[in-house]
């Protein structure tokens, strides 16, 4: 019992905590609302089970046997972050016209998942401090991940709720606009502890 409620406090505040999907949900709450968020913020707390469940079913040995492949994801990662970024500070506004631009759908949040660095850093801290040898890796498996979507649920509405209930605040197009700004500055702050620094000294 105790390990299932220290696993459900790392999940709720590893998901609650500032990084990309919560950024991005935000952004998306403010400049789209809540209803056109939803695929968004469905495709985030079913996307992350499910690949905490593919990683603990085996795909964290592939970087074990392919140490590269982990390389090519991080690199895929943040240029998918950084170009996420452009597009969240060149998004129109609702004052303006945001029916030209669209929030992400649910497939592309799902997938989003597989290049998010701190979805990564996330699942392998899971897997790695909640599982054990003597039971069942694909039982252990479902039930990070349904740790995961028991919390995933509330705590990215929390930033979806925070962006649209900003929309009362940032009723002009600038205010909007310096919102997305610092929304997409935050991302790009959130890749940092991911760059290799070291490789340049």
Same mark, same amino acid.
């Given at each position: 019992?105790?390990?299932? @409620?220290? @696993? @459900?406090? =790392?999940?709720?505040?590893?998901?609650?905590?500032? %990084?990309?999907?919560?950024?991005? *949900?935000?952004?998306?709450?403010l400049n789209y609302g809540i209803r056109r968020s !939803?695929? +968004?913020?469905? %495709?985030?707390?079913?996307?992350?089970? @499910?690949?905490?469940?593919?990683?603990?079913?085996?795909?964290?040995? &592939?970087?074990?046997?392919?140490?590269?492949? +982990?390389?090519?994801?991080?690199?895929?990662?943040?240029?998918?972050?950084?170009?996420? $970024?452009?597009?969240?500070?060149?998004?129109?506004?609702?004052?303006? /016209?945001?029916?030209?631009?669209?929030?992400?759908?649910?497939?592309?949040?799902? !997938?989003?998942?597989?290049?998010?660095?701190? $979805?990564?850093?996330?699942?392998?801290?899971?897997?790695?401090?909640?599982?054990?040898? /003597?039971?069942? #890796? #694909?039982?252990? &498996? !479902?039930?990070?991940? =349904?740790?995961?979507?028991?919390? %995933? $649920?509330?705590?990215? %509405? *929390?930033?979806?709720?925070?962006? +649209?209930?900003?929309?009362?605040?940032?009723?002009?197009?600038?205010?909007?606009?310096?919102?997305?700004? &610092?929304?997409?500055?935050?991302?790009?702050?959130?890749?940092?502890? #991911?760059?290799?620094? /070291? $490789? =340049?000294?």
């Amino acid at each position: 019992m105790s390990g299932w @409620l220290s @696993l @459900l406090i =790392f999940a709720m505040v590893s998901t609650v905590t500032p %990084g990309p999907n919560n950024i991005m *949900i935000m952004a998306s709450g403010l400049n789209y609302g809540i209803r056109r968020s !939803l695929p +968004h913020w469905f %495709g985030i707390f079913l996307g992350f089970p @499910l690949m905490a469940l593919g990683v603990g079913l085996g795909l964290g040995q &592939a970087f074990e046997l392919w140490p590269w492949l +982990h390389s090519v994801i991080k690199v895929l990662g943040i240029s998918y972050l950084l170009y996420l $970024a452009y597009k969240i500070a060149i998004t129109n506004t609702q004052a303006e /016209d945001s029916a030209s631009s669209n929030p992400l759908t649910f497939m592309q949040a799902v !997938l989003f998942q597989w290049v998010n660095p701190k $979805a990564w850093v996330m699942c392998i801290g899971a897997i790695a401090t909640f599982t054990t040898f /003597d039971i069942s #890796m #694909m039982q252990q &498996a !479902l039930l990070i991940a =349904f740790a995961f979507v028991l919390v %995933g $649920a509330p705590c990215t %509405g *929390i930033w979806l709720f925070a962006g +649209h209930y900003l929309q009362r605040f940032l009723n002009q197009p600038n205010y909007q606009r310096m919102f997305n700004y &610092a929304m997409a500055t935050l991302l790009v702050a959130s890749l940092l502890p #991911m760059v290799p620094f /070291d $490789a =340049f000294i």
